[in-house]
């Protein structure tokens, strides 16, 4: 099961992103799926996350701003980013929680991280 992520780059202060993050490889199902950031010199913090059942949770900084959703057919899980501002600025990372067999426990997988950078 490998994770993709795609379509961080630089944006101006106030400006929007989607990301996204497929899951490709041969799994079951699929649990959680949530975005992190990582800032330079700083720890990774959740962004936000959707279940299965489409609940999401999202950090203070980004509530109102950032919306999750997934699209369970594509495996894949979105982060539309509007109104961005420069503390904004980090790696966002993906992670999906994978069963790849009915009898097994879900497995986290990570993607590789894409940029972004909000320009003020």
């Known amino acids: 099961v490998q994770l993709q992520a795609s379509g961080g780059g630089l944006v101006q202060a106030g400006g929007s992103l989607r990301l996204s993050c497929a899951a490709s490889?041969?799994?079951?199902?699929?649990?959680?799926m949530g975005w992190y950031r990582q800032a330079p010199g700083e720890q990774r913090e959740l962004v936000a996350s959707?279940?299965?059942?489409?609940?999401?949770n999202y950090g203070d900084s980004v509530k109102g701003r950032f919306t999750i959703s997934r699209d369970n057919a594509k495996a894949t899980v979105y982060l539309q980013m509007n109104s961005l501002k420069s503390e904004d600025t980090a790696v966002y990372l993906c992670?999906?929680?994978?069963?790849?067999?009915?009898?097994?426990?879900?497995?986290?997988?990570w993607g590789k991280g894409t940029l972004v950078t909000v320009s003020s």
């Open positions: 992670k999906q929680n994978i069963r790849k067999l009915p009898h097994l426990a879900g497995m986290d997988y």
């Open positions: 490889g041969i799994f079951y199902s699929i649990n959680d």
């Open positions: 959707i279940s299965s059942g489409g609940s999401t």
